[in-house]
T-cell receptor, first 114, second 114 residues
């Protein structure tokens, strides 16, 4: 069985500062990894994904994440955040690309302060 | 990638009643997924709906409480039956966005049971 840990439930950061949202996973098989964002009162939007290939993945809105197999991590980063990045961020893992065994982490609330 | 229309976007319901949530996809998909997001929490998979067969429910969810229909490859409904205040959540449907594209989510239905 897979699981996802997001150690930080809340991350406050000032505008234009860098941010890293941490995600660790456990799985006994190869994984696919995802980051989703949920803006207030909205559904989920895919930020980026790692399926294979380069371990550094670039997504929308200037976000990127790096897959580290040895540390079983998939941390999300952005060099300079904006007020509009305030949202809930969910890391998710799947052992396939067909929807089964798709597990979400508990989420990290990013609050960007002026 | 697939685009999902989900409705209603929100509703306030009396306890003991039922609400049916609809998801329409702009392309044919094999599997559709229904999630629940309780207040302040992450997403939990309720069930997987395949066209032409009964939905597969996750542990803790039963068909009598959450009946699902999947009449064709572009549409599904989830009913929340005999509602209680504990059912107040956001309900989201999801489909595979396409091979290698992760998953697309509907905008969610924010349900409040009073």
């Amino acid at each position: 069985a897979q699981s996802v840990t997001q150690l930080d439930s809340q991350v406050p950061v000032f505008e234009e500062a860098p941010v890293e949202l941490r995600c660790n996973y456990s799985s006994s098989v190869s994984v696919y990894l995802f980051w989703y964002v949920q803006y207030p009162n909205q559904g989920l939007q895919l930020l980026l994904k790692y399926l294979s290939g380069s371990t550094l993945v670039k997504g929308i809105n200037g976000f990127e994440a790096e897959f580290n197999k040895s540390q079983t991590s998939f941390h999300l980063r952005k060099p300079s955040v904006h007020i509009s990045d305030t949202a809930e961020y969910f890391c998710a893992v799947s052992d396939n690309n067909y929807g089964q065994n798709f597990v979400f982490g508990p989420g990290t609330r990013l609050s960007v302060l002026p | 990638s697939a685009v999902i229309s989900q409705k209603p976007s929100r509703d306030i319901c009396q306890r003991g009643t039922s609400l049916t949530i609809q998801c329409q996809v702009d392309s044919q998909v094999t599997m559709m997924f229904w999630y629940r997001q309780q207040p302040g929490q992450s997403l939990t998979l309720i069930a997987t709906a395949n066209q032409g067969s009964e939905a597969t429910y996750e542990s803790g969810f039963v068909i009598d409480k959450f009946p699902i229909s999947r009449p064709n490859l572009t549409f599904s409904t989830l009913t929340v039956s005999n509602m209680s205040p504990e059912d107040s959540s956001i309900y989201l449907c999801s489909v595979e966005a396409g091979p290698g594209y992760g998953y697309t989510f509907g905008s969610g239905t924010r349900l409040t049971v009073v």
